[in-house]
């Protein structure tokens, strides 16, 4: 769902199991907030931290057919 959270995440080598831990969550539930684009306020702050990018950058947003902001590659 966030293209450049996983290029950043893949460029480093680290591993959903890794990311999960530390955002303090299980990997499934990482997973599943990272595919369903509903990472928490908590999550985002730790990842922006985590690899030195913006929430702009990280979490890229473009608006849809309908005017509203919509993850890139979200439906």
């Known amino acids: 769902m966030f293209p450049n959270l996983e290029a950043e995440q ?4 680290y591993t959903d199991e890794f990311v999960a ?8 539930e990482y997973l599943l ?24 950058y990280l979490f890229e947003l473009k608006y849809g057919s309908d005017n509203r902001f919509k993850p890139v590659g979200g439906r």
């Open 10 to 13: 893949s460029g480093r080598g």
């Open 21 to 28: 831990g530390r955002l303090a969550i299980s990997e499934p």
């Open 33 to 56: 907030r990272k595919k369903t684009g509903s990472l928490m306020e908590s999550d985002a702050r730790i990842l922006i931290a985590m690899y030195k990018k913006s929430f702009e």
